[in-house]
């Protein structure tokens, strides 16, 4: 189980072969990469800046993940978030949950993205092409998708 914070890019496929290398206990591996998209609402970007609390961030993200483990049968985890300024179609997570069976990995990295979205310490700011921009308000469409957890039994 691992998670990381980082300016950098990240490769998914060799983040993916580093998690199960030499693993024979892995009958599925789930992904989900998040990038920054061009537009809000029809309105073009031209940046996102995300901000996060250093510490902090990566023990709220850590214990997310010990309740994933939790709840799930996974034999591996990763979770990696970028910070800093991104542009439109670059990379902003990473998650990659691993399990003997499939159901597990795709409801445990459902669940880790439902937190992501909603409950990770990150600030994420908008810049549009015209120089417009903001804060980006949580969405209550998140915050239901992360809600059915709340009483979920797996």
């Known amino acids: 189980m691992a998670v990381r914070v980082q300016l950098e890019d ?10 199960t290398a030499g693993r024979h206990d892995i009958g599925a591996i789930v992904t989900f990469t998040g990038t920054v998209r061009g537009s809000d609402k029809g309105a073009p970007i031209s940046e996102m800046t995300l901000e996060h609390y250093p510490g902090m961030t990566e023990t ?17 985890s990763l979770i990696i978030h970028r910070h800093g300024a991104l542009r439109p179609g670059d990379n902003i997570v990473l ?7 499939r159901q597990a990995a795709f409801e445990a990295a459902e669940f880790l993205m439902d937190f992501l979205k909603t409950r ?16 980006v308000d949580a969405r209550e469409a998140d915050d239901a998708a992360l809600d059915r957890w709340q009483s979920a039994k797996t």
């Open 60 to 76: 709220e993200l850590e214990r997310i993940e010990a309740e994933a483990t939790a709840r799930w049968p996974l034999a591996a």
């Open 10 to 19: 990240f490769d998914l496929g060799r983040e993916v072969a580093a998690l």
């Open 120 to 135: 990770a310490p990150f600030w994420k700011k908008e810049t549009r092409m015209d120089g417009s921009g903001g804060w």
């Open 95 to 101: 998650v990659v949950t691993a399990s003997p069976h």
